[in-house]
């Protein structure tokens, strides 16, 4: 076909026509940018350069009840130089200052940091790396250097902070105390007291600024000296924990462990009256042998008690008049019939025919599940409605993450059978953890009253305390006042009595009452693989109780022991004496109390002649670690602590002027 002038003309209009839609397309385009996503894009690019990050508040400390440090956040610094801010003028002058005191704090040539300086400022670096991790008096010391002590708007110093927690007892308490951990699916959660009051008091409030990426490298600096969101630092904590009593648990526990060559074990103390936690001690065998805190047994692991529950068994039964003390039972030669199965006891041959006082004291199996199998077998939620009364059934609702749920059948209940009453009384087919047994126990010791189990004192900021922590009551009264006193009988004939089960533990100069505890931790398996869990539960002095204490270990080496009375008693035994000598008698504290009248009447005098002269250093030793140094800062003192307890040595002199001293150290004991 030949190519005539309206052919050409047709095809030029074509394709103009397409440059158009082309050309509009992309002015479309343009403006689709500009006015639609152009917030969308400019705001990515802003996050590649810019962007909002979070500054770490300073976690709250965790005091013993002496003032002793268990858990304390310490903020460590970065501090990085920007050489391009300061002035000509203010550079020329004060740069050799500037080297000369790095120098001398960090050990290096003042030409080395001059040349490291004038380099990054004629490269145009702005992010120069002074130091790393340091402590808040050496970053304190760097802000007092030429240049330095400037604004960072005017002399270039850019500092950021971490907060690392230190735990200044070491593996004691490590556990319960509590620390970050990572969870399977690779959450951060906090255990112990450090995750129980966290959210509420020991956070504060984390804050925010802005941040630009500087010199095209992954560094990041602060845009502004002034934070979107200042950081507010966490309240204090005072625990119940007391550093004697925890170290003497701890380490008491661990030596019966390794002669026992136990897999783990824990120990609770706990002040009758008020059900402050003085000590929990929980150790388990690692991979490498040794005993280090694993997991908090005392309060997540739900087990079967053992012999420590024939308690609950024998103040329901007296509680309901169906036996007294003086009821007798024959043990039948030890092996008693119920149904298909048989209840034994430990002795081979029984005991003969005896009375409950004394099944309690020698700890008989087949005395108390006739006790309880006999008397509820027609109604045994009878019986079970005691447990629950008692809140034996459900959780302390501790605020300590992980509390074990507690195990009482109800009949018709799967795994309930016509063998459970007899089981559950000698405690077997229930579960409770250590800390739920012992708060029963406590309740004996209390006169009837159960409390619940308090960590925590108080929550403050500085020495204003904002909330008080008081004893909380779960029940009045678990029994009558009557059956309250002859459990308390039994509880010292388990120990005075020749042939009472903790006799091997009788001190006559020395009294406790508590119930041994020895069971079967795999029943169902051949007697040569059973391994055992042991106990012993009760509290000292007898007469006028001021703790209680469980003490259980499992699987200890059977060729070594396995009754409660031979592997957990003896813990229980010389941790009473010690706490025992170190925590005097009614009578004895008075006599200590106006031993500490001198000191008493010193602390107050110090305060009085503090409000007359703020000018010298005052005398701190004999003072709590806490309030030495509330009273130093006041002061405007920094001060380094080293141990803990009560200060025994200060580093300046009392009477020292105020002006010439910027730091104090303080040792404690």
């Known amino acids: 076909?030949?190519?005539?002038?309206?052919?050409?003309?047709?095809?030029?209009?074509?394709?103009?026509?397409?440059?158009?839609?082309?050309?509009?397309?992309?002015?479309?385009?343009?403006?689709?940018?500009?006015?639609?996503?152009?917030?969308?894009?400019?705001?990515?690019?802003?996050?590649?350069?810019?962007?909002?990050?979070?500054?770490?508040?300073?976690?709250?400390?965790?005091?013993?009840?002496?003032?002793?440090?268990l858990a304390s956040s310490i903020p460590k610094y970065s501090v990085h130089f920007d050489p391009i801010t300061p002035s000509a003028n203010v550079w020329e002058k004060e740069l050799t200052g500037l080297c000369d005191s790095l120098g001398v704090m960090f050990k290096k040539p003042a030409s080395f940091y001059k040349q490291k300086f004038r380099k990054a400022r004629n490269a145009g670096k702005r992010y120069v790396l002074i130091a790393k991790n340091l402590d808040y008096p050496d970053y304190a010391r760097l802000k007092t250097f030429p240049m330095f002590k400037r604004s960072q708007v005017t002399g270039g110093m850019i500092s950021d902070y971490k907060v690392v927690r230190e735990y200044p007892l070491g593996e004691i308490a490590w556990r319960s105390i509590g620390y970050e951990k990572l969870t399977e699916n690779g959450d951060s959660i906090r255990v112990g007291l450090d995750g129980a009051f966290g959210k509420d008091f020991l956070s504060g409030v984390v804050g925010q600024r802005w941040e630009r990426k500087s010199g095209g490298g992954n560094v990041w600096k602060p845009v502004s000296v002034n934070n979107i969101i200042e950081p507010k630092d966490g309240m204090d904590i005072v625990s119940t924990i007391n550093t004697n009593i925890q170290d003497i648990a701890h380490f008491e526990l661990k030596k019966q462990l390794e002669a026992y060559n136990a897999d783990h074990g824990c120990v609770v103390v706990m002040e009758v009256e008020t059900g402050a936690v003085k000590a929990i001690a929980n150790l388990g065998r690692n991979a490498k042998g040794n005993y280090v805190e694993l997991r908090n047994y005392a309060v997540w692991e739900s087990h079967e008690p053992g012999s420590t529950f024939k308690m609950a068994s024998l103040l329901s039964a007296l509680e309901d008049e169906l036996v007294d003390t003086t009821t007798v039972f024959d043990t039948h030669k030890g092996r008693w019939k119920v149904y298909n199965k048989r209840v034994k006891d430990s002795r081979w041959g029984g005991y003969g025919e005896i009375s409950v006082a004394e099944g309690f004291t020698v700890s008989s199996n087949t005395v108390f599940a006739q006790i309880i199998h006999e008397n509820y077998k027609e109604n045994p939620q009878k019986f079970v409605n005691h447990l629950m009364r008692w809140g034996l059934?459900?959780?302390?609702?501790?605020?300590?993450?992980?509390?074990?749920?507690?195990?009482?059948?109800?009949?018709?209940?799967?795994?309930?059978?016509?063998?459970?009453?007899?089981?559950?009384?000698?405690?077997?087919?229930?579960?409770?953890?250590?800390?739920?047994?012992?708060?029963?126990?406590?309740?004996?010791?209390?006169?009837?009253?159960?409390?619940?189990?308090?960590?925590?004192?108080?929550?403050?900021?500085?020495?204003?305390?904002?909330?008080?922590?008081?004893?909380?009551?779960?029940?009045?009264?678990?029994?009558?006042?009557?059956?309250?006193?002859?459990?308390?009988?039994?509880?010292?004939?388990?120990?005075?009595?020749?042939?009472?089960?903790g006799h091997a533990l009788y001190d006559p100069n020395f009294s406790m009452a508590g119930k041994t505890g020895t069971c079967w931790k795999n029943y169902w398996a051949n007697a040569e693989e059973r391994d055992y869990i042991s106990s012993f539960v009760g509290y000292f002095p007898a007469e006028n109780p001021q703790y209680s204490c469980i003490v259980?270990?499992?699987?200890?080496?059977?060729?070594?022991?396995?009754?409660?009375?031979?592997?957990?008693?003896?813990?229980?035994?010389?941790?009473?004496?010690?706490?025992?000598?170190?925590?005097?008698?009614?009578?004895?504290?008075?006599?200590?109390?106006?031993?500490?009248?001198?000191?008493?009447?010193?602390?107050?005098?110090?305060?009085?002649?503090?409000?007359?002269?703020?000018?010298?250093?005052?005398?701190?030793?004999?003072?709590?670690?806490?309030?030495?140094?509330?009273?130093?800062?006041?002061?405007?003192?920094?001060?380094?602590?080293?141990?803990?307890?009560?200060?025994?040595?200060?580093?300046?002199?009392?009477?020292?002027?105020?002006?010439?001293?910027?730091?104090?150290v303080l040792k404690l004991s």
């Open 1 to 69: 076909m030949p190519i005539t002038e309206k052919n050409i003309m047709s095809r030029l209009y074509l394709v103009a026509g397409l440059l158009i839609l082309l050309m509009g397309m992309v002015v479309f385009r343009l403006i689709s940018i500009a006015a639609v996503e152009g917030g969308e894009l400019k705001l990515l690019a802003l996050q590649k350069t810019e962007r909002v990050n979070s500054i770490p508040s300073i976690r709250g400390n965790i005091f013993s009840d002496d003032g002793s440090l």
């Open 393 to 501: 059934h459900e959780k302390l609702d501790l605020p300590i993450v992980g509390e074990g749920k507690p195990v009482i059948r109800q009949p018709g209940e799967k795994g309930w059978s016509g063998l459970s009453l007899a089981w559950m009384s000698h405690g077997y087919e229930v579960a409770l953890t250590p800390l739920q047994t012992l708060t029963f126990y406590n309740a004996i010791a209390n006169d009837g009253e159960m409390v619940k189990p308090r960590f925590i004192e108080t929550a403050r900021v500085g020495n204003k305390v904002e909330k008080q922590f008081e004893k909380e009551v779960l029940l009045d009264r678990i029994a009558s006042k009557e059956n309250i006193g002859v459990a308390q009988d039994l509880l010292k004939y388990v120990i005075t009595k020749k042939n009472g089960t």
């Open 552 to 664: 259980v270990i499992h699987e200890p080496n059977q060729e070594k022991g396995k009754y409660g009375a031979e592997v957990a008693g003896p813990v229980f035994k010389s941790m009473a004496q010690k706490i025992y000598r170190s925590s005097p008698t009614v009578d004895e504290v008075q006599v200590a109390h106006q031993k500490d009248e001198k000191l008493d009447h010193t602390y107050e005098s110090y305060f009085v002649q503090m409000r007359k002269n703020h000018s010298t250093v005052p005398n701190l030793k004999g003072m709590s670690g806490m309030d030495a140094v509330s009273i130093l800062e006041n002061l405007g003192l920094k001060v380094e602590v080293r141990g803990n307890g009560k200060v025994v040595e200060q580093s300046v002199n009392s009477g020292t002027a105020l002006k010439d001293v910027d730091k104090i």
